[in-house]
Structure formats: structure tokens, C-alpha cells
């Protein structure tokens, strides 16, 4: 089992920024890669970054790339995700998602809680 608490979010005005925390216990030994999904109202869960726990490597959803920077800190088991140039649309729940690799080699996917994230226009 893992368990993934984020912080962060909050209200800020067009163009502003935020940054979102994601701290993981449990089983992070055999984390293989965490990531961030946000959900507007009324619409589906999208992906938004990730980042392989191990080599570091990031992907992004085209709607955030050079605005949104994802990182890690594996001695504190925690992902990050630097929000800049924040716009109303980037408004939704935000969730962490960190996915475990499993003894029979196949992956486990857990979620935080959320966190809020409005954006003031």
C-alpha cells in the first residue's frame, strides 16, 4: 500500500503561480513513477505530468508544457509540480498519482486525496 497526501493549492490570480506537493509512504520502495491529474467540473480526469521515480524522466499534456515543471526529492519521497503563468482554465481538483511496481510485474496505481486549484481571472 501507498499513501500520497498533497498540499498546496489555493487561489491565485491569472499569471500567478503555485507550487503542489505530493509527500508518499508505505510502499515507495518499488515506486516506478509519479504523476499529477487534474479535474475540472463536469469534465473527465485528465493527465497533466509525471515523472519516473528512478531516472527522472518527465512527460506533460501539451496544455502545460514551458508553464508547469515536475520534480521530485527521493530521499523525502515527494513530487512536485511548479505551476507558472497560471491561467482560469488551468481551475480543477488537482491529484497526485504515484504507480508501484508489483512482485508479479504488473502495476499498482494509488491516489491522493486532491487538492484545489483556482485560478481568478
Known amino acids: 500500500q501507498v499513501q500520497l497526501v498533497e498540499s498546496g493549492g489555493g487561489l491565485v490570480q491569472d499569471g500567478g503561480s503555485l507550487r503542489l506537493s505530493c509527500a508518499a509512504s508505505?510502499?515507495?520502495?518499488?515506486?516506478?513513477?509519479m504523476g499529477w491529474f487534474r479535474q475540472a467540473p463536469g469534465k473527465e480526469r485528465e493527465f497533466v505530468a509525471a515523472?519516473?521515480?528512478?531516472?527522472?524522466?518527465?512527460s506533460y499534456a501539451d496544455s502545460v508544457k514551458g508553464r508547469f515543471s515536475i520534480s521530485r526529492d527521493n530521499a523525502k519521497n515527494t513530487v512536485y509540480l511548479q505551476m507558472n503563468s497560471l491561467k482560469p482554465e488551468d481551475t480543477a481538483v488537482y491529484y497526485c498519482?504515484?504507480?508501484?511496481?508489483?512482485?508479479?510485474?504488473?502495476?499498482?496505481?494509488?491516489w491522493g486525496q486532491g487538492t484545489q486549484v483556482t485560478v481568478s481571472s
Open positions: 508505505g510502499r515507495t520502495f518499488s515506486m516506478y513513477s
Open positions: 515523472i519516473t521515480w528512478r531516472a527522472g524522466s518527465t
Open positions: 498519482r504515484g504507480t508501484i511496481a508489483t512482485a508479479l510485474a504488473t502495476m499498482d496505481d494509488y
